[in-house]
């Protein structure tokens, strides 16, 4: 319990920061956080797949990737209530130590929009949780993919993803792939953990140069 409600900790810290990266006053602009999850929901969905006149087969590393997506608006979701972050750590961690879910992943992807759009203002981290059980997914592994991710956001930030001259694709794939490669080389339980995803992703996009 302790070591998740650390790992939020510094989850929250770092969405903080990001946040302020995107604007500085971010917490007072109104961001629509519930409709960012929602449709964030409609794309995990789709990477599931749930279309019954086509063959489809699951892209788990992706349907991760969204649930990774969906807990940064939650944090910011969060943050923004003006709360301190050691009261939002505990809160979250007892949503996620309660996980709530369907039968199913896709029909709990679908509470979660759902229950998103009836309390816009609430953040459902037990549905997460929820999910998080259906894809085998524990606290560690959460901690690893948002660090990585938001890393990674703000690796485009810092170069040029508002103007247009980042470089999405790295060697024909998308940077979101290169950042799963660089993740599996890498120490989670080292204190420089969020500073070696960066260096490594700095590495990696040099030698595209």
Partial sequence: MNDLKTKLTTMLQLQGEMNLWIHEDWANQGFEWHR???IEAGEMLEHYGW???KHQKPDLP???LEVIDIVHFML???LSTGDDVDSIAERVTADLSN????DDLKTTIELLAME???EPQHAHFDIIAGLMRFLDMDINELYERYVGKNVLNIFRQDNGYKTGDYKKLWDGREDNECLEDILDTLDINSETYRDDVYTSLQSRYSSLQ
């Fill in 36 to 38: 960012a999850i929602w």
């Fill in 51 to 53: 279309k019954w006149w």
């Fill in 62 to 64: 992706q349907v991760k």
């Fill in 76 to 78: 910011s979701q969060e």
């Fill in 99 to 102: 996980p709530r879910a369907t």
């Fill in 116 to 118: 998103t759009l009836q």
